[in-house]
């Protein structure tokens, strides 16, 4: 399975049966998404060491600066002001805020995934 097809479909680096995530959580109730410790069908271990998810930050970051860019050539396309792109950028940011943080997991997660 390639890289793209394990991230869009956000399961198990190893046996691509389970997912990663329990639940997408929601960012209007402060809820993150919920990760599994470990694979249901392959015992593979979500968690590989401490502080391994801290690098998921940079995919995050990445994320983020791509959909604010996004934003702002749209914001530029359609001709708003400065503030209303400003205050687009702070809505895009928040409701996306649980996505980037489930999908900067799972890119993180494969980029460091080693086929046995
Ligand atoms: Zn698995």
Redesign the pocket.
Known sequence: MSYLKKVISGT?P?????KLFTDNGNPFLFKMPKMKPK?D????SFHRETGFYVGAMYMSYALTVAEMVSVIVLGLIFKLTFIQIFISICIVAFLLSAFNYKMSRIMWLNVFYKEE
Do not use: A, H, L, Q
Request: net charge neutral.
């Open positions: 198990c190893n046996c691509g049966k389970t694979c069908n392959c015992d593979y």
